[in-house]
């Protein structure tokens, strides 16, 4: 990379930290808030930055650069998907206790046909308390309990699977 291009995106950087609010020693505002001058101590040269009308332009060794303001930094929101059933619902294989999707219903009291494939993490509770990790496995057609055989037919059993969307 030759050194103009370093130099470029640098300044770019210090443009973006100063539009974030921390001001820089080297670098001043003018017109406003809309232009800077940054003036680089260590290559002694001037760079000039306009950010208006949603772009940035750089006037760097008498050349001139364009180039669109960064992407908006993602907005991420946590969304759950919660299931119930209960443990007479499931069928004792060995010491585990096993689940078929189908025994579980949603939020609104309809069935479900398979648990979501993509998630973040998922929370079991048995008889409302939570479990600790490693309890229980999931796969999108079933719930395995490990040593579920001991649990009370009437415990109710839920499950809540934790997912991220970006906005």
Known sequence: MENHEKDLQKAIKKLQNTR???????TREIQDGISYVIKDSKYQKTIEVDHSFNNIYISFNNNFYCCKEPPPIPTIMLTSQKYFSK????????????????????DDGTPIEAFPKLYQYFNLYINGVIQQNGVGSVDPFQLTIKNGSILDKDDPISLEFVMTNTL
Do not use: P, Q
């Open 87 to 106: 443990v007479s619902n499931g069928t004792i294989l060995g010491s585990d206790l096993i689940i078929s999707v189908n025994s579980f219903v949603d």
């Open 20 to 26: 974030e609010g921390n001001k820089l020693n080297d």
